[in-house]
């Protein structure tokens, strides 16, 4: 699913970036910083997005090289799944979450991202799947991401819209609406509606 300039351009930043992170030689850290830049010049070559943008994110990252954590609530009622309308994608729609935040556990973040996004407190209960992103047919993305998607049951609150988000409602699995395919994918949320049918089925991953 990934394609060949984009892998390409996140190991080379890997490489630069443990570089920059371990080595003390001027020389060798000239040598990563110009790793770092033909990284960038790869991905905005093939992207909509300015090569100093690209070098400036890159260069936000520090420390040594890993996959960012995205996670996201699958919470069912009435066989209907609830997806929340981003405001920041033309209004397209998504399961509840975001970045897993320092000092969150995963079912922490992801109950917190799903209040903050919809107003409706839940309970994660499973971990559904662990997806690499590179390996599913998101748009190309800068960053290697972990998707955790977990199972959560609705305990509280009511609807409410936020800073990033604007409507939730629950739909059936033939009338899923126009997906933020960043976020999520058609054969993912297909995928959660078969969990329901098969409770006992051990979590994904890959």
């Given amino acids: 699913m990934l394609p060949t300039w984009l892998n390409w351009a996140q190991r080379i930043m890997a490489i630069a970036q443990n570089g920059l992170t371990y080595t003390q030689n001027p020389f060798d850290i000239e040598r990563y910083q110009k790793l770092r830049s033909i990284a960038a010049e790869i991905y905005s070559s093939y992207s909509s997005i300015p090569q100093p943008s690209v070098l400036d994110l890159f ?30 994608d033309q209004g397209r729609w998504t399961l509840p979450g975001g970045w897993a935040d320092i000092n969150d556990s995963p079912s922490e973040a992801v109950e917190r991202e799903a ?54 409602g629950f739909f059936l699995a033939d009338e899923i609406p126009e997906l933020s395919t960043g976020r999520v994918t058609y054969p993912q949320i297909s995928r959660f509606f078969e969990f329901i049918d098969h409770p006992d089925w051990p979590t994904d991953f890959d």
């Fill in 115 to 168: 209040l903050e996004e919809t107003g409706y407190v839940v309970k994660a209960v499973k971990l559904l799947a662990l997806y690499d992103r590179n390996k599913h047919p998101h748009p190309p993305f800068i960053h290697h991401i972990y998707k955790l998607f977990f199972l959560c049951d609705i305990i509280g609150g009511s609807p409410q819209s936020s800073i990033e988000t604007g409507e939730a």
């Fill in 59 to 88: 260069q936000g990252e520090t420390g040594y090289a890993t996959p960012k954590i995205d996670v996201r609530a699958v919470v069912f009622r009435d066989n209907k799944i609830l997806l929340v309308r981003e405001k920041l």
